[in-house]
């Protein structure tokens, strides 16, 4: 009797063993979403104080809006220009995401957008991004670190939103907030460092006001020997009329070697009317194929 039920199970652990191999095929083949999004000034709040410019959203535009951030559906999506938790959770009202933003005295906050099983370990406030306390003008956003994990791996996410204006011009132009650009790039460079020194996997995203390039100067004094993957690298956005990307998405330590190749998506927003206003930046995305 006990010889059968032996032979029994040896003869089924073929397939059992395929079985596990299968599920852990289907595990590796799911990628993760990364994603980044300006939403132009994101708000409920009143508008006075605020720049007349802004969008003036109606119910149709919010609900496309929240439409579109469905259709991305990203696992980890960075966000920019958004005032408080309220504008975002209805962008987002899902309370299985789990949401975070800065809370500077600002009308275009940063934060994160996650989706199960991706939680916060760890965050901070990064306040020497804003340079206004050294040069004057209006506050600027901060930097915000965060430390993420989905049960198994970790990641370190620097999400920013750097001063506008020197989008294309040289190193050494003192004019058009390029001062103000090159002391946020330090301060990116050291957070990177930080994160090479600890043999971390790390993410920098978000609005960089600049067209990086392999062999811009700016985005050369970043990196230094770092060597992180310029996800949009070589690639103009359909956003906009073809510009080249000011929102960008870098991959450092391990995290180098996740992004899926020919993975870089720009979400194209649907054909607009005068009734309908979203915003002036495009999602960018990227996959990530993690051990």
């Known amino acids: 009797m006990c010889s059968a039920i032996l032979a029994l199970r040896a003869d089924r ?21 990364i994603a980044t999004w300006n939403l132009d000034w994101l708000t409920l709040l009143p508008t006075p104080g605020l720049p007349r410019d802004i969008p ?3 119910l149709r535009d919010w609900s496309e809006l929240a439409a579109i951030g469905q259709r991305l559906n990203a696992d980890i999506l960075a966000v920019q220009e958004v005032s408080d938790l309220a504008a975002l959770r209805r962008l987002f009202p899902s309370r299985d995401k789990t949401l975070i933003l800065s ?3 600002i009308a275009q906050n940063i934060g994160l957008v996650l989706q199960p099983p991706w939680h916060i370990l760890a965050h901070d406030e990064l306040p020497a991004f804003d340079r206004s306390p050294i ?24 999400v920013v939103h750097l001063k506008s204006g020197c989008w294309d ?3 050494n132009e003192n004019g058009h907030s390029c001062p103000i650009l090159r002391e946020q790039i330090a301060l990116v460079s050291d957070w990177m460092a930080a994160r090479e020194n600890k043999g971390e996997a790390y993410v920098v995203l978000g609005d960089f006001n600049r067209r990086l390039t392999l062999h811009d100067p700016y985005f050369l004094k970043m990196t230094g020997s ?20 000011i929102d960008h998405i870098l991959l ?11 993975s870089l998506r720009v979400l194209i927003y649907p054909p607009r009317d005068t009734a309908l ?5 495009c999602p960018v995305s990227v996959k990530l194929s993690l051990p």
């Open 13 to 33: 652990l073929p397939l059992l063993l395929l079985i596990v191999w299968a599920l852990s095929r289907t595990v590796e083949a799911a990628p993760v979403k």
């Open 56 to 58: 003036h959203r109606s």
């Open 103 to 105: 809370q500077a005295p």
């Open 135 to 158: 040069h004057g003008g209006h506050a600027l956003r901060p930097g915000l670190d965060v430390l993420i994990g989905n049960g198994i791996q970790t990641l370190h996410i620097l």
């Open 169 to 171: 011009r040289l190193w």
């Open 226 to 245: 770092l060597k992180p993957v310029l996800t949009t690298s070589g690639f103009a956005s359909p956003c906009e009329g073809g510009n080249y990307f």
């Open 252 to 262: 450092g330590g391990a995290a180098r070697a996740w992004l899926v190749r020919d």
């Open 277 to 281: 206003t979203l915003s002036d930046h």
